[in-house]
């Protein structure tokens, strides 16, 4: 449900793995790429916190600081630190209160019907094997390919693939579709995500993952189509 661009979003959950998909988390493979330690924390929405931070032993992934609350271990505040130990990502409460919700306040106040775009998904699981990834960040492994119908309310619709990697914390996706000469060569970043567009034959490859730009880049270097010999 996307207000200010007028736009919902419908996808049915099938048998594929649900969304986001990423494995579980293990101490053991972590630390081989973050180093674990607690840090001097303060309140959060008035709540007393315990704070760690993932600090990461590369420029391939990003670093994390974590605010838990003492008591019940809520998460109350999570920081994505650059590869430069900027911050590029931070969410959290301002404030909190645990309790009963009214139903009233889960209402959406929006007639979507008159001067939205609804976009209804189909996602399956697909054999996307001809596509090989030669690199991904350390402890990334590969944990979907999906296929993905988008249709919108004017009729027009589309076929894309994705291909998810993920380490239980962070994730990257490649989206396959047919080229056309619209697409943008240029790179986006958006607070802790990156994005990278690349014409491989006739199809059009978008990377997007919440990892260092420069580890985007190398995925998509990474990339090769098998050649499928004719029967």
Known sequence: YLPQQRRVTVEGVGKQTPFPALPPLHRAQFERNYQIRMFASHQVAGHQTVGIALDTRDRFHYSYRFWFARETGLLMRAQTISEDGDVVEQVGFRSLKI???????????????????????????????????????????????LSR???????????????????????VSIFIEPWSEERSLSPLSLGGLNMVGKRHGKFWLTIVGDVPMMAVRRVADAIELAQISPK
């Open 99 to 145: 309790g009963d919700i009214p139903r009233a306040q889960l209402q959406v106040n929006a007639d979507v019907r008159r001067g939205w775009q609804v976009e209804r998904a189909q996602i399956n699981p697909a054999d996307l094997s001809m596509w090989h990834v030669g690199w991904t960040p350390a402890g990334f492994t590969q944990v979907a390919m």
């Open 149 to 171: 119908r988008l249709s919108s309310r004017r009729g027009q619709s589309r076929d894309v693939g994705q291909i998810l990697y993920a380490n239980g914390l962070s994730s």
